[in-house]
């Protein structure tokens, strides 16, 4: 079926809703309102406001109580309204959520979804335009994914909702009205943290997470009529990491791209370096290059929003570059 | 220290004037200003100039007059996304303003910033903040500064009835409390966080009640009455100066647009936006001054006629400066520490 | 909501019996075995067998005892890095949290937590958590499970006077009240965070005045009486197993050692000390006991005895028992979903 | 001087209240009790309750209000008792004082210092072990640096409250009784950010941080009685990343390891390894390798502990296996 991004999120929601009563949906004016975003319309109507619930504004308590939830049965999702809301229960979820089961000696399960949005573009300025990826990916006992499609944004909250570890889905503010053919009644599966190969080349492989999956796809057009042949991955998972589609494509191509809306020092690009080159050295062609966010934050004039997001453009320009 | 007390101010209607005239001209021209300004952001969204959201507080305005006509120089405020009320009744330069809502290189953070982060510092308008909560403890670092410096100066933080269910909100009370902070707390209930109604996320209506639990000082004020907020401001302001701490200052009040631009406010009836429209702060302030024979119609009217010119012209100029270019923003990150400070 | 009263209980001392017999030789077992437990840890974190720290509770165990006798299975309960009174309180197995603190294989945690972090969910015993305040927001989680599952059960949170200046105190707070959560903060007011009194960090030393800012319904008790926290605490467990919502108690006490390991104490007089040992919350129960003839001399050397020979014998085995190996801990970092999840 | 690494810290700040009155200190029991660390053992005594405050337990307050001081002429510096708790008041750092300067169009300076100390290798249990370096560096608007020796705590918190920028100092717990000849006099000067060559070698780079840098230089003992010669690099500042002086080395060894007391996900050996990649790819004559925590939270039993952190030992065995 034909869906929106935002409509594949609320879909994955109704059905975890219906199915499981240990489900419940939590955050600010996800209620009676459908969420800020709209990504919970309907919900309130047709499962009350005890199971979809409006928060007042309070990140530490609602996250934490996710965490309480989740360890005594229950199977709670947060919505946060924007990913870099995150700094303000980023203890509930890095000193809490990801550790307890482990200093519990692994004796319980803390099964919770926070599902939040980030990501630029969209000229909310500083404080309300960081994906949030490498916030919390550095954290072991948490599971962290990003939604590049309708597709990745329903299975993996389908996903994510069965899974009995805390999982954020990262989903990208400029994606809610993308829309894909999405099957509804596909099973739910752990393959959708699979990187997924979304465009076979065999020059360089670029690897992206969020917005940047469509950009690169489009470089790619462009590229291809440069005679240029890119294979594209979207990653997906940053927690836990899974590099082995990726080191199979590096091992055809020999050149590793990767683009990401986060800053350089810190951003999940040097990691997938990193591990490309360590773990397929002798195949690299020449350094894998990443194409990142410029050091500063950021800014709200459009024109230099547009100019520190990675574009198609800047992909195919750092293709050509690494090619010649 | 003393027991506080909670004291209920009926919302007032028109009531005598209590304050010399000139303050009330004063009053009225800072409000008019607060709502031509967000008059025309308003428009400008409409006519594409603001990107992103923005968050209007038209019905608000006596709270930023009649709170902020009591500061002097050397007084620093805190304020949230919904700050341009703060800004205009502390005397941001329009142009400017409207510059940094456009993206404009002449705006006042050089359209880094946007709507939600207009600042000044040269008029103590330390910022914007649009994470819920997260102005107050920079108020309260603002306030330490004044009372190091001891000049008899005092920050001012404003914020929403929401915001006072997050945790910033209670450590900085606290802290202003057991530091004997010299700092105002400035509350607009505008009875919704968001869209939600104040009674789905807090236990009762009267935010002031908040207070209580640190032994601050309080009251509770008809934030439509520009005169009544000056008021009772005025006398926590002059008691902070003199060493007596901080104080809570609840202001009832209603904001006519939805949260942002995205917000049609579906949750609210007609009736009750209607009824808040009924105590427009603007309409009460011309009644009072024309009732008191403080100015006629038609210098109520000029001075409308030259808020509404200088707007305009300030808009138009905003809109007609250009977008910054700089292809790197290393200085705007960082500061260039002089070799002198380590010498 | 009906306005909250906080209701002052003085000191009580000696007072008369006014629960049964039995259930105050079983407040008096909880206590002792606690002491116990924490003397013994102290003794081996001399004889080197605790590692790193350790935060203990001596002059504390009224609050446990008395509060957590109340409580039924299924019930939950969340407290702090000092939380070793809570867990022996419960119930929870005295070898396997020795083994714990001694970082050993068969601690309740297998060694991985450590002092901080003893837990068994089997007896509802959520977790410490080592970051203060951390522990009340999951303890709202848990009493929203308790509200779904309506068979009455309740959370329970336990907290220091110092974690009230915490955000996530008040957040917790509010969202208790505004959801009507079946959930108990019980408040060990014992005067100090760290080295720092109370009233340098907080404007006054009742606590329970900060529940009045949430409508919560709050009572002060004397933390040394057994008797009365249970009195006290039986109330508002009973309320909100009926659905009336949260309830706030401030117990006052003592602890005798410092805050951890590291700490002499020196920031307290040794008058003030002894004032509190005077007011020993066991000697205070076997006074009572005594004096209404409920138990001889002898028969509480004989709980002692049993207690203490059971203390001993759990530490020895503790101290027997082997250090975690595992090369990998991965399973202990994350679960292993069963395919049956997706099915 | 022959002082340790704690007495480094006081006397940085000692100074620093005596000269500048704009400085103060602030933290949870740092005033009469000189610290839970005696980290301020003599300010509170010589300076007062105003300039050397004790706060409540409440590090949102206190961090925000330190950047309303620095905004207002001040010039604060505040402890946090551990770097996990950087958890409780991350939006105030990462969304707040990073980014403020920015957001006012790079009008205003928010001079500011926070220290706080980490690490494992004490039996604090997984919520009091972090070293918190790759929370706070990929944040741009702050600068990071960390301190492996006395020398490093003295010089780089003075060097930290001259700075007209945020400054994040981050100290380990396990070093704090380390004694090292120290020139109490010596210049204040940015220079103390520069990577340092401690050791010279030409076979393998050995770049580390914190506690790890003197275990670097104990594997580099054991590693020269078998003829093997590193170069020991303390990488020092984390934010802005110097990598002049590690490709220098680099290109003179043409090996490079990364050792730090962080989950590789995120740690900074990632970035140091892709930037070396990146620019000295042919001077490389192995891919960079890094020795990290493994991918769990730290345990409180000692022997998993240690078993957990990089050792001296496991460095000499990652160099051998390196060049072999
Ligand atoms: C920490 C955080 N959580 C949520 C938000 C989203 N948000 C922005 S404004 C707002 C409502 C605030 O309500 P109130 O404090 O009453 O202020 P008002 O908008 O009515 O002026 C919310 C939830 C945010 N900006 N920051
Ligand atoms: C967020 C945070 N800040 C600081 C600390 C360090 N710390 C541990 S216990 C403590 C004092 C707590 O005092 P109180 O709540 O009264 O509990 P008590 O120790 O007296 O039982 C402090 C400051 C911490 N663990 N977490
Ligand atoms: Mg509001
Ligand atoms: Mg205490």
Not at chain 1, 219 to 244: S, Y
Request: proline letters at 5%; glycine letters at 8%.
């Amino acid at each position: 079926m034909e869906i929106t991004y935002r409509e594949a999120i609320v879909a994955a929601q109704r059905e975890a809703l219906k199915n499981d009563d240990r489900v419940m949906v939590m955050g600010e004016d996800i209620g009676v309102s459908g969420g800020p975003f709209k990504t919970t319309v309907g919900l309130f109507e047709e499962f009350g406001g005890a199971r979809v619930r409006d928060t007042p504004i309070c990140e530490e308590a609602f996250v934490g109580a996710a965490m309480g939830m989740a360890v005594t049965g229950r199977r709670p999702i947060v919505e946060l309204m924007f990913a870099d809301f995150m700094g303000v229960c980023f203890d509930q979820i890095v000193n809490g959520i990801a550790k307890h089961r482990f200093m519990c000696g692994g004796k319980v399960m803390v099964p919770l979804v926070i599902r939040t949005m980030g990501g630029g573009g969209t000229r909310f300025g500083a404080q309300h335009s960081q994906t949030g990826e490498t916030w919390v990916s550095q954290f072991p006992g948490l599971k962290v994914v990003c939604a590049a499609d309708p597709s990745d944004a329903y299975n993996m909250l389908r996903w994510a909702i069965k899974e009995d570890n805390p999982v954020i889905v990262l989903e990208h503010k400029f994606l809610f009205t993308r829309t894909q053919d999405v099957d509804l009644d596909a099973p739910i599966s752990a393959d959708i943290l699979t990187p997924a190969v979304l465009r076979q080349g065999n020059d360089v492989t670029i690897v992206a997470t969020l917005a940047m999956v469509e950009r690169a796809l489009a470089a790619a057009e462009t590229l291809a009529a440069k005679g240029i042949n890119v294979e594209v991955i979207n990653l997906r998972c940053l927690r836990p990491l899974n590099m082995e589609p990726i080191l199979e494509s590096v091992r055809k191509t020999n050149r590793l791209l990767c683009v990401e809306e986060n800053h350089s020092t810190g951003g999940w690009g040097g990691e997938v370096a990193a591990r490309t080159t360590s773990e397929a050295f002798d195949y690299l062609d020449a350094p894998p290059e990443r194409l990142t966010l410029p050091d500063w934050p950021m800014p709200y004039s459009p024109e230099l929003e547009d100019a520190a997001m990675p574009s198609a453009d800047k992909v195919v320009e750092t293709v050509v570059a690494m090619l010649t | 220290m003393s027991d506080p007390k909670t004291k209920k101010v009926k919302l007032s209607g028109t009531s005598a004037t209590r304050l010399p005239h000139k303050v009330l001209i004063d009053l009225y021209g800072r409000m008019r200003s607060i709502r031509a300004f967000e008059d025309k952001i308003h428009d400008s969204f409409l006519n594409g100039l603001v990107y992103g959201t923005t968050h209007l507080c038209q019905g608000q305005e006596a709270v930023s007059a009649g709170a902020i006509a009591p500061l002097i120089d050397g007084d620093y405020l805190t304020y949230t996304y919904r700050g341009h009320g703060q800004c205009i009744a502390r005397g941001m330069d329009m142009e400017a303003a409207f510059a940094e809502v456009f993206g404009r290189s002449t705006g006042v953070s050089g359209g880094l910033g946007g709507s939600m982060h207009l600042t000044d510092m040269d008029l103590g308008l330390i910022g914007s903040f649009a994470i819920v909560g997260a102005g107050l403890p920079v108020a309260a670092g603002a306030a330490m500064t004044c009372q190091y410096e001891e000049k008899g100066n005092v920050a001012m933080t404003f914020f929403g009835d929401g915001s006072t269910n997050i945790g910033a909100f209670h450590e900085t009370m606290n802290l202003a409390v057991v530091w004997n902070l010299p700092l105002l707390f400035i509350c607009e209930n505008n009875l919704y966080g968001e869209y939600s109604p104040i009674l789905s996320t807090t236990p009762y209506e009267d935010i002031a009640r908040r207070a209580e639990a640190y032994a601050m000082p309080s009251d509770i004020v008809d934030g439509n009455d520009a005169q009544a907020v000056y008021e009772v401001v005025s006398r926590h302001v002059e008691r902070a100066r003199r060493g007596g701490g901080p104080g809570f200052i609840e202001c009832k009040t209603y904001r006519y647009k939805g949260h942002s631009r995205s917000d049609p406010a579906k949750y609210r009836t007609d009736e009750e936006l209607a009824s808040w429209m009924e105590k427009d702060p603007l309409k009460q302030m011309v009644k009072l001054l024309m009732e008191n024979k403080i100015l006629t119609q038609k210098e109520i009217e000029a001075i409308d006629q030259e808020i509404s010119a200088h707007t305009d012209m300030a808009a138009k100029n905003a809109a007609e400066a250009p977008f910054p270019t700089e292809k790197s923003l290393l200085d705007e990150t960082y500061a260039t520490t002089p070799l002198k400070n380590f010498g």
